[in-house]
């Protein structure tokens, strides 16, 4: 299961929030198939333990952006009243490696800086060894950090760039235009001029040729 991230420095910390992971921390190796133990403690800052409340934890491979659910350890754990957990790591959820940690997801409190997401801590990332399992090409990108989901500000920035063509275009379309109407202005003007001139000179031509008639009357 894909699931968003919002901690930016969770993956290399090793404690997030109000919820202190002691263990596993960055030197801890866990082994698939054989007990292991998760401790916390309050970090003495805002929200307490109280707060935080019921908590589900797990194991999680991924990036600070995107991150993939290995493995579920317990549903539900109230953090204010209990400092460890003790469970057996599945072989079969990954291979051996250093790119594992834990993720406490708060049940009920949310996460003060974004509200639509749950507050959360994170462990440094450990190691496991003796595990059986393998990790699919996307789950490895995501490690790698080269998830492919897309990014706002490119869709924004797309978004900007697509605009500013259009902007461009109806810019072009409507100078087009202005010229067009212009030139037919223009022309309209000319041919006005013209039809105007031709009136006047085939006026002339009648009267010129009137007045022909009436002197050449006049001199027989």
């Given at each position: 299961m894909l699931c968003k991230s919002l901690a930016l420095l969770a993956l290399s910390s090793s404690a997030l929030a109000t919820v202190f992971i002691t263990s596993p921390t960055a030197s801890t190796t866990f082994t698939g198939g054989q007990q292991a133990t998760i401790n916390w403690q309050d970090d003495g800052t805002a929200p307490s333990l109280a707060q935080f409340g019921p908590a589900k934890v797990s194991i999680y491979v991924g990036n600070a952006q995107q991150q993939t659910s290995l493995q579920l350890i317990v549903a539900s754990v109230d953090v204010s009243t209990t400092q460890s957990i003790q469970f057996t790591p599945d072989a079969t959820i990954g291979p051996n490696g250093n790119q594992y940690f834990i993720r406490f997801e708060s049940l009920s409190f949310k996460?003060?800086?974004?509200?639509?997401?749950p507050a959360e801590a994170f462990s440094a990332k450990f190691t496991m060894?003796?595990?059986?399992?393998?990790?699919?090409?996307?789950?490895?990108?995501?490690?790698?950090?080269?998830?492919?989901?897309?990014?706002?500000?490119?869709?924004?920035?797309?978004?900007?760039?697509?605009a500013a063509a259009a902007t461009t275009s109806a810019s072009a379309t409507t100078s087009k235009a202005s010229s067009s109407t212009a030139s037919a202005t223009k022309s309209s003007t000319s041919a006005a001029k013209t039809s105007n001139a031709a009136i006047h000179m085939k006026g002339s031509s009648w009267f010129g040729i009137i007045l022909g008639a009436v002197v050449g009357a006049a001199v027989f």
């Open positions: 996460d003060p800086n974004n509200a639509q997401y060894s003796g595990m059986t399992g393998t990790f699919s090409q996307a789950v490895i990108d995501q490690i790698n950090g080269q998830s492919t989901a897309p990014l706002a500000g490119a869709t924004a920035a797309a978004s900007s760039t697509g």
